[in-house]
């Protein structure tokens, strides 16, 4: 008996690596959104750690060189912020990039594998019918036999 042979199974490969890729480009991209987040989160801890160092304590005498160089040390921390931001955006914005690509390429995988599944089914079918005609041709010739055999002196 004959297997099934889907004709597009290369591209059927094909697709499926691509979705691999897709998928391996999405968890990359997932990854440096969360350490950018992480490190902004990180950022504001720092910056709010500085903010209350630079408040006066009781008895404590604040020179005006700490006051610059604080405000300063604050103003970079703002900045990075600021560039974090910018990059969590971009980050954010390619990872959706990625979803969109890896949910395009799930579909157009879903649909090869129905056309594929489909293929086997009516592949079986015909088997089946092949089959059966089979069955009933011998079936017809064993019935001629012991008809001709009854016949027969």
């Not at 980050?91 to 799930?106: I, T």
């Not at 129905?114 to 019918?129: F, M, V």
Request: charged share 35%.
């Amino acid at each position: 008996m004959t297997t099934f042979k889907f004709r597009l199974e290369k591209v059927w490969k094909q697709r499926r690596k691509i979705v691999d890729e897709h998928s391996i480009a999405t968890a990359s991209a997932d990854q440096r959104v969360a350490a950018l987040s992480r490190q902004i989160v990180e950022l504001d801890h720092n910056i709010a750690r500085h903010s209350r160092s630079m408040v006066q304590r009781e008895g404590d005498i604040l020179l005006s060189e700490d006051l610059i160089a604080g405000a300063t040390w604050q103003d970079h921390l703002y900045h990075l912020g600021e560039d974090l931001d910018n990059k969590l955006q971009t980050a954010v914005k390619d990872l959706e990039r990625c979803r969109s690509r890896l949910n395009g390429s799930w579909r157009d995988l879903e649909v090869l594998s129905r056309l594929r599944d489909r293929q086997s089914e009516n592949w079986r079918a015909g088997q089946d019918r092949k089959e059966r005609k089979q069955m009933d041709e011998i079936g017809q010739i064993r019935a001629f036999r012991q008809t001709a055999a009854k016949s027969s002196p």
